[in-house]
C-alpha cells in the first residue's frame, strides 16, 4: 500500500464546476504540500499545510491531521487549471513522500 | 520564482559519457534535492543534500553521485551515462516552510 494516496487519478470536468482531489497518508508528516504541474512544465508549490485551511484564489486547501486526510478545492474551474495536481508529504527528515497525481482536465 | 536555475535544459548524450546536471539558488536554501519524472513513475529522489558538504542517497541513486560544495549549488553527475537514464530531471529547494522547483533538465541518453 503507497504511504500517500491521491484520488481521483483522473478528472475531467466542465468549466466552472467545482473540483476536489483528496489526499490521504498513512505516515506521520510535518507537512502537506500541494503541488501542480502543467503538460511539459515545471512544477509549481501551490500550499504548504501543517493544519486547517489555506486559500489563494480559486484554490483551497485543508488537512484534518487527526485523520490523516487533505483535499484541494477550486473554485469556478477554467481550462487553464488543467494540470496535474500531486500531493506530497514531508517527514521529519524533510523528505518528501509522493502521491501518484491527479490528472485534471477542465473543458470550456 | 525562488531563483532556482538548472542547466543545461536540454542535453543530448552518448551511451557510456560522463554528463553533470548543475541546479544553483539564489535563496540560500538549506536543503536540495535531485529527481528525476519518467511516465508511470513520477519523482522520483535520487540524491539530497541537508547543507554543504552533506549529501545522501535516495531511492535511485545508483549510477549517479552529487555535490555540494556551495550552499548555491548542487551538481548531480551521471557517471557512465546509460539509456536507462533517458530522462526528466528536476532539482528542488526547501527552507522554512518554502519548497521550490527549477524548470528541469530534460536528459536524452542515446
Known amino acids: 500500500k503507497n504511504e500517500v494516496e491521491q484520488s481521483p487519478q483522473n478528472l475531467t470536468a466542465q468549466e466552472g464546476e467545482f473540483i476536489t482531489i483528496n489526499c490521504s497518508y498513512s505516515v506521520g508528516i510535518s507537512a502537506l504540500h500541494w503541488l501542480q504541474q502543467h503538460p511539459g512544465g515545471g512544477i509549481v508549490s501551490l500550499f504548504m499545510l501543517s493544519s486547517g485551511k489555506k486559500k489563494h484564489g480559486r484554490l483551497i486547501a485543508t488537512i484534518n491531521i487527526q485523520e490523516k486526510h487533505s483535499s484541494l478545492h477550486i473554485t469556478a474551474s477554467h481550462p487553464r487549471d488543467s494540470a496535474v495536481y500531486i500531493c506530497a508529504v514531508m517527514d521529519s527528515n524533510y523528505q518528501l513522500i509522493w502521491g501518484a497525481g491527479t490528472k485534471l482536465i477542465i473543458k470550456p | 520564482d525562488a531563483g532556482i536555475t538548472q542547466s543545461p535544459r536540454h542535453k543530448v548524450t552518448e551511451t557510456g559519457t560522463p554528463v553533470t546536471l548543475r541546479c544553483h539558488q539564489t535563496e540560500n536554501h538549506r536543503y536540495m534535492y535531485w529527481y528525476r519524472q519518467d511516465p508511470g513513475h513520477g519523482l522520483r529522489l535520487i540524491h539530497y543534500?541537508?547543507?554543504?558538504?552533506?549529501?545522501d542517497k535516495g531511492e535511485v541513486s545508483d549510477g549517479y553521485s552529487v555535490s555540494r560544495s556551495k550552499t548555491e549549488d548542487f551538481l548531480l553527475t551521471l557517471e557512465s551515462a546509460t539509456s536507462s537514464q533517458t530522462s526528466v530531471y528536476f532539482c528542488a529547494t526547501f527552507w522554512r516552510g518554502s519548497l521550490h522547483f527549477g524548470n528541469g533538465t530534460r536528459l536524452t541518453v542515446t
Open positions: 543534500s541537508y547543507g554543504v558538504k552533506d549529501t
